[in-house]
C-alpha cells in the first residue's frame, strides 16, 4: 500500500506557501464537510437532540456532517464502531454534565481518546457545558468552552440562544480549519481533513503524466505505489513510495496545466 506522509502544523510551517491562481489543484480539490462526533452522556440525549436541529445550518450548508451513537443499529460491535467514528472525525463536540464526567464510558474512554488526538493536532476538541459541574479543573478547561461565557446551557433564560452560541463556535472553529489552506502542499502538512483529496490529485498530476492509469479515487493502492516511486526515480528524489511535500512538489513542477480548464 501506498504511504501517506503526514506532517502536523508544528512539522511544517516552514514550509507553508501560498499558490497561483493557475493551480490544478485548487479546480480539482474542494473543502468540506467536516465530520463531527458528539460525545455525551446518555441523560443528556435531550440536550444534543436539541442541540442537532441547530446544528442543521452548518449540515446545510455543507459545513459540517454529525455522528452520535443513535445511528448505531443492531448488530454492530458497538465499542468498535464508536471509537472508529471518533478517530476518524474532524471535530469532537464534547457536551459536559456531571453525568457525562461520572461515566466511565463517555468521559474515560472517549473524552481520553479524544484529547489525545486533539494534542496530536488530528482533530479539534471543543468542550460544551450541557448542565453545571464542577469542570474547571479537568483535562479539557484548557481549551475554549462553549457556549458564551461557559455558562451552561441549562443555566440559559432562553436555551435557544444558548444553542445559537454553540453553533457559532462550532461554525467559526470550522470555518478556520477549512479556509486554512491556499495550495497542495500547505493542505497537506495543516492537516488530515483532506488527506484523500489530495491524494486524488496525485493520482491526477501522476495519470497526466503517463504514470498512473487507474481510478481517481484517493485511496492508496499498489498502482498508486508503484506510479510514486516511478516518478521519484524520474525526478531523481528519494525512492520511498511515500507522498509527502517534495513529492507533491516536484508533480506540480512536471505536469502540464491543462489548457480546457477541466481536470
Not at 474512554?109 to 479537568?138: M, T
Not at 445559537?164 to 461554525?171: A, F, N, P, T
Not at 505536469?255 to 481536470?263: A, E, I, Q, V
Request: neutral net charge; contains cysteine.
Amino acid at each position: 500500500m501506498a504511504r501517506i506522509y503526514h506532517a502536523s502544523a508544528r512539522d511544517g510551517g516552514s514550509l507553508r506557501r501560498a499558490a497561483g491562481s493557475s493551480t490544478v489543484y485548487i479546480r480539482i480539490v474542494g473543502k468540506g464537510p467536516l465530520k463531527l462526533f458528539l460525545s455525551y452522556a446518555h441523560e443528556d440525549r435531550d440536550i444534543v437532540t436539541e442541540l442537532r436541529k441547530h446544528l442543521a445550518p452548518l449540515r446545510h450548508e455543507q459545513i459540517v456532517t454529525d455522528w452520535y451513537d443513535f445511528e448505531l443499529t443492531p448488530g454492530h460491535d458497538w465499542d468498535r464502531e464508536i471509537l472508529s467514528q471518533l478517530e476518524s472525525s474532524d471535530l469532537v463536540l464534547v457536551v459536559v454534565s456531571a453525568d457525562f464526567v461520572a461515566s466511565n464510558y463517555a468521559y474515560g474512554r472517549e473524552l481520553g481518546l479524544a484529547l489525545d488526538l486533539h494534542d496530536q493536532e488530528r482533530l479539534r476538541v471543543l468542550p460544551v457545558i450541557g448542565r453545571n459541574c464542577r469542570w474547571q479543573n479537568l483535562p479539557f478547561a484548557r481549551l475554549e468552552v462553549l457556549p458564551e461565557g461557559a455558562v451552561a446551557i441549562s443555566s440559559w433564560e432562553n436555551r435557544d440562544d444558548a444553542f445559537v452560541s454553540v453553533v457559532l463556535g462550532v461554525e467559526r472553529v470550522a470555518r478556520e480549519i477549512l479556509s486554512s489552506g491556499h495550495g497542495l502542499v500547505d493542505d497537506w502538512l495543516t492537516s488530515r481533513l483532506l488527506r484523500r483529496r489530495v491524494l486524488m490529485a496525485v493520482q491526477q498530476h501522476l495519470r497526466r503524466i503517463g504514470l498512473y492509469a487507474g481510478p481517481i479515487d484517493g485511496i492508496p493502492g499498489p498502482a498508486t505505489e508503484a506510479a510514486v516511486v516511478s516518478f521519484q526515480r524520474r525526478a531523481g528524489i528519494k525512492v520511498d513510495a511515500m507522498i509527502g511535500p517534495d513529492v507533491i512538489r516536484r508533480l506540480q513542477e512536471h505536469t502540464p496545466h491543462p489548457t480546457n480548464g477541466r481536470p
